[in-house]
């Protein structure tokens, strides 16, 4: 029997509870759960790459079918060499939507045999991003409950 591989890919700036909980879903419904953790040049990370891998790490530990990777390049050949046969992406709020479903799109066109799903936000993580999560954390404020207990530790640090 194949194994059925399912990939979560972001940059994870870093992890919230929302991606745990999505990872969690995801990794419920195949064999095997990917997290992949993209550089992504563009966006000015805060975190580097190694410590996103490892603060996903930490927040994931519970979950022994998932792996975490660091990954770079063209997210459709990365799917392809890892065999997964799904993409799994979290929808918030409808702005999300639009430019989810053009990477879907974009992404079945480079790899017809990869299929992207999309698991809907819990309510309470509908708002919750990396982004705000940071702007918080850079002014001291309180992110707990927001995000996994080393990711708050490692926010206060820099942020000191
Ligand atoms: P990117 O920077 O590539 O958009 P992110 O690391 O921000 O990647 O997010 C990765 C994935 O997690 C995306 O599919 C995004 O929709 C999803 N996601 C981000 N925040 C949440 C949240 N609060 N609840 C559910 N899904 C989320």
Partial sequence: MSVRRVLC??????????HVDIIER???LFDECIVAI????????????RERVEL????????????VEESD????DYARSRGVSALAKGLRVV??????????????????????????????????SSS??????RFGGDVS???????RRALEAKFR
Avoid: W
Wanted: hydrophobic share 50%; proline share 9%; with cysteine.
């Fill in 9 to 18: 890919p972001g940059s994870f700036d870093p992890i919230t509870n929302g």
């Fill in 26 to 28: 995801a990794a419920a």
């Fill in 38 to 49: 993209f550089r992504n040049a563009a966006k000015a990370p805060l975190f580097e790459v």
């Fill in 56 to 67: 996903c790490r930490q927040a994931l530990a519970h979950l022994p079918n998932v792996r």
């Fill in 73 to 76: 390049g063209l997210l459709a």
């Fill in 95 to 128: 702005s999300d939507f639009e430019y989810e479903v053009q990477m879907a799109h974009m992404n079945k066109r480079l790899a017809p045999e990869v299929e992207t799903i999309f698991l809907v936000a819990r309510p309470e993580h509908a708002f919750l």
């Fill in 132 to 137: 705000i999560v940071k702007d918080v954390a």
């Fill in 145 to 151: 409950g927001l995000v996994p207990e080393p990711v």
